[in-house]
């Protein structure tokens, strides 16, 4: 009786170079969702950092600017109100 192996050796070599090809792609894949960490990392997060900076100077430029109107219109409404009284 005659048993061959050369079935078990051919399935065990292709079986073996599908799983390199796959360790390869994988190893592709995690290089390309490494490059894309280090992207986001280095355009979108400053990006995002940097429009946050600018909303806080807007909103505290538009603050400041508020306060000053309304002691610009506090001062009017003094003016005003010390000029009907002498009269």
Known sequence: MYISLLPYSVDSV???AASEQELVQLETLADLAERL???LR???IPQAEAQSEL???AVSL????ASLR???IQRQ???D???RSTL
């Open 42 to 44: 280095d355009t979108y």
């Open 77 to 79: 409404w003094l003016a």
């Open 62 to 65: 538009l603050a400041y600017e």
């Open 81 to 83: 109100y010390q000029q």
């Open 37 to 39: 960490l280090d992207h």
């Open 55 to 57: 909303i806080h100077r």
């Open 70 to 72: 309304f002691e610009q």
């Open 14 to 16: 292709q079986f073996s």
